[in-house]
């Protein structure tokens, strides 16, 4: 019988030393950097199409494949985010510093993902469709926000180890 074992407590800080060297070395670091914002413009463009969609009734076709174009966008950021942990923290996935960040994008791929599989199989009309995607929306902005304080905490852990006065051994 295998006993579940709980997270490992991350360190004080988001990062430790060595984590913070392999993440400012690796190049999956500017990959990220880039996909992050590329996905929240997609869903941006997406988010107008959807509501004007909604509103009039016009530009199905538009939105459905902004909701897809995003779809895509999401899975790769994870693929390269899971490389990313595994280099930094040793792990592909669930590592104690983005626990619950991970645990939160799984909801958002799986309404994403629920979103394709009633696309492709015709189980919603067109606007349950486009409120499913809504939903996934709405997931994804509650993860980048978590996402976002945990950048702002790394940036903040930098500069306080910035501040803090190194000591001199003898």
């Known amino acids: 019988m295998q006993s579940h074992k709980a997270p490992k407590s991350?360190?004080?800080?988001?990062?430790?030393?060595?984590?913070?060297?392999?993440?400012?070395?690796?190049?999956?670091?500017?990959?990220?950097?880039?996909?992050?914002?590329?996905?929240?413009?997609?869903?941006?463009?997406?988010?107008?199409?959807?509501?004007?969609?909604l509103w009039s009734g016009l530009g199905y076709e538009a939105a459905t494949l902004s909701i897809v174009l995003k779809t895509a966008v999401l899975y790769l950021i994870m693929i390269t985010g899971a490389i990313w942990e595994k280099i930094v923290f040793g792990q592909y996935l669930f590592a104690p510093a983005f626990f619950w960040e991970d645990v939160f994008s799984f909801a958002v791929i799986a309404l994403h993902t629920g979103y394709l599989w009633a696309l492709f199989t015709d189980a919603l009309p067109p606007v349950s469709l486009m409120f499913l995607a809504l939903a996934?929306?709405?997931?994804?902005?509650?993860?980048?926000?978590?996402?976002?304080?945990?950048?702002?905490?790394?940036?903040?852990?930098?500069?306080s180890d910035l501040n803090r006065p190194r000591e001199v051994s003898a």
Do not use: H, M
């Not at 509650?142 to 500069?159: G, T, V, W, Y």
């Open 136 to 159: 996934a929306y709405a997931a994804y902005v509650i993860n980048a926000a978590q996402f976002l304080l945990k950048l702002r905490a790394a940036r903040l852990q930098a500069q």
């Open 10 to 53: 991350a360190p004080a800080g988001l990062y430790t030393a060595e984590e913070r060297i392999r993440r400012d070395e690796t190049v999956w670091t500017v990959i990220q950097g880039i996909l992050a914002p590329l996905q929240f413009v997609v869903f941006l463009v997406s988010l107008v199409l959807v509501v004007r969609y």
